[in-house]
């Protein structure tokens, strides 16, 4: 009876040793990564602010959007009353590359336009006002973008 016991108890531990070293590790490397699979910058490693600004028009008319919620990885913005909008993200400073989305979210009240998301890339970034160690500064892009109206 003890042998039966001693054994059930041993297999036991190791089925359950297995399946919180799964859970484990799974956990680990969920937390390490963002949505889009990009390391996320922690406390003490090198990093920059990639700064996309631009306005939103109306493909037709050429008329600012205002309320149009635009979003890259973190960050959502909205465009003001000229249709300007800015959205930023800490990362690594190296060539990076960002999904940005355009949304409508205020219906009709502006104009219906269809959703428009592209990718913005950063090749070879210059960066201006780091501290010199941990901090590279920061890096803008430029983009435009012209919204069309629901059809």
């Known amino acids: 009876m003890k042998k039966i016991r001693y054994g059930f108890l041993s297999n036991s531990n190791k089925i359950i040793s297995i399946i919180l070293s799964v859970l484990g590790f799974s956990g680990a490397c969920s937390l390490s990564s963002c949505e889009y699979g990009a390391p996320v910058v922690e406390y003490g490693t090198p990093h920059a602010t990639f700064i996309v600004r631009g306005d939103v028009t109306s493909e037709t008319g050429s008329s600012a959007i205002p309320n149009i919620r635009v979003v890259m990885n973190e960050d959502t913005a909205y465009t003001n009353e ?8 800490m990362e690594f400073p190296k060539d990076q590359a960002f999904f940005i989305e355009f949304n409508d979210v205020d219906g009709s009240i ?5 959703p428009f998301d592209t990718i913005v890339e950063f090749k070879d970034p210059q ?7 941990w901090d590279a500064g920061t890096t803008e892009k430029e983009l435009n973008v012209k919204l069309k109206v629901k059809e």
């Open 110 to 114: 502006n104009g219906d336009y269809q």
């Open 82 to 89: 000229s249709g300007i909008y800015q959205v930023e993200n």
């Open 127 to 133: 960066f201006s006002g780091g501290s010199g160690s």
